[in-house]
């Protein structure tokens, strides 16, 4: 299982924080990838790090304000956002699959994922 948390409201130019729990598995064999869904839209990949944390990829959009990384020992994941903005807005949902040790050339496909966790709301906004 993994449980997203985290979210909140934020004006534009803020900073937040995502945890991603994981639980039953074992966490460092697996990549995680960080998704997110905005009202009315399809899901998008954000972001991803292989299951040591030695590669790490980003949305083009995200690049240089969002920092993805993880903790293996307590096995949670992070999403560091810094300079939101309101096209940030979004559900976040972190994921694993478990054939996925590092992030393939597909990561931001929902569909190279198969485990997903209950997402946390982002809302950035004055």
């Known amino acids: 299982q993994l449980q997203a948390s985290g979210g909140g409201l934020m004006q534009p130019g803020g900073s937040l924080r995502l945890s991603c729990a994981a639980y039953?598995?074992?966490?460092?064999?697996?990549?995680i990838g960080w998704f997110r869904q905005a009202p009315g839209q399809e899901r998008e990949g954000v972001s991803c790090i292989s299951s040591k944390g030695g590669s790490t990829y980003y949305k083009d959009s995200v690049k240089g304000r969002f920092t993805v990384s993880r903790d293996n020992a307590k096995n949670t994941a992070y999403l560091q956002m810094n300079s939101l903005k309101p096209e940030d807005t979004a559900v976040y949902y972190c994921t694993t699959d478990h054939l996925l040790v590092v992030c393939g050339s597909d990561w931001s496909e929902p569909s190279e994922f198969e485990y997903w966790g209950q997402g946390t709301l982002v809302t950035v906004s004055s």
């Open positions: 039953g598995f074992l966490f460092d064999d697996y990549a």
